[in-house]
């Protein structure tokens, strides 16, 4: 497969950490998904999200090989507002950590 069409095909790794991160996406919405959006909503959101991490973090693992993964990089680094706040650890993972890490 020539180098270029490698790039367009997900790796392995950068599917299965969509997964994971989708999961942790989607448990830190279920609250709101009970609140404002329909399961019918919720089945098309998912793949909506799993793909663009996905993408993601294809990209960021292609950037410094492709012009085009970079390119896309950086568009969407610099479209991050200015007034998102930084991200914060979900306190189901802080309470996960302290009960099994900090036992006494």
Same mark, same amino acid.
Not at 29 to 52: C, G, V
Not at 65 to 89: C, N
């Given at each position: ?12 790794? !950068? ?5 994971? &991160?989708?999961?942790?996406? /989607? #448990? *830190?919405?279920?609250?709101?998904? =009970?609140?404002?959006? !329909? ?5 098309? &959101?998912?793949?909506?999200? /799993? #793909? *663009?991490?996905?993408?993601?973090? =294809? ?46």
């Amino acid at each position: 497969m020539p180098k270029t069409a490698r790039i367009l095909v997900p790796t392995k790794n !950068s599917q299965h950490m969509a997964m994971f &991160l989708a999961m942790v996406v /989607r #448990n *830190a919405m279920e609250d709101f998904h =009970h609140k404002y959006l !329909s399961d019918e909503q919720m089945k098309e &959101l998912n793949p909506i999200i /799993r #793909n *663009a991490i996905c993408t993601g973090l =294809h990209a960021l693992r292609y950037s410094d090989k492709s012009e085009g993964a970079r390119s896309f990089v950086d568009f969407h680094t610099m479209s991050i507002p200015k007034y998102w706040e930084q991200p914060e650890l979900l306190d189901d993972f802080v309470e996960t950590v302290k009960m099994f890490d900090f036992k006494p």
